[in-house]
Nanobody, 115 residues
Framework: QVQLVESGGGLVQAGGSLRLSCAAS????????MGWYRQAPGKKRELVAT???????NYAASVKGRFIISRDNAKNTVYLQMSSLKPEDTAVYYC?????????WGQGTQVTVSS
């Protein structure tokens, strides 16, 4: 149906930056919202940021001002530029794509921020 391939995770020191990418392929028609979620061990998956095909943005309060989500509709790719990273940002980050009736997830990419 829809495949999401994430990249860009890694290990970074506090205060550093990382850029995550997620490319969508397959039956991508009518995909409206794309975004990023994260899940730390022992915690539930939480929304980080979303963006619609029209450019509407939504951020979690914990990342607003530090993270920027963007989308290249022509490339079917969503990005997450993460700056001023904190140890609390350590998690597996998952790409998400949604349309009416369906939601799709990437495999996840690990982001680890050392103190």
């Amino acid at each position: 149906q829809v495949q999401l391939v994430e990249s860009g995770g890694g290990l970074v020191q506090a205060g550093g930056s990382l850029r995550l990418s997620c490319a969508a392929s397959g039956s991508i028609f009518s995909i409206n919202v794309m975004g990023w979620y994260r899940q730390a061990p022992g915690k539930k998956r939480e929304l980080v940021a979303t963006i619609t095909s029209g450019g509407w943005l939504n951020y979690a309060a914990s990342v607003k001002g530090r993270f920027i989500i963007s989308r290249d509709n022509a490339k079917n790719t969503v990005y997450l530029q993460m700056s001023s990273l904190k140890p609390e940002d350590t998690a597996v980050y998952y790409c998400n794509a949604a349309r009416f009736g369906d939601a799709y997830w990437g495999q996840g990419t690990q982001v680890t921020v050392s103190s």
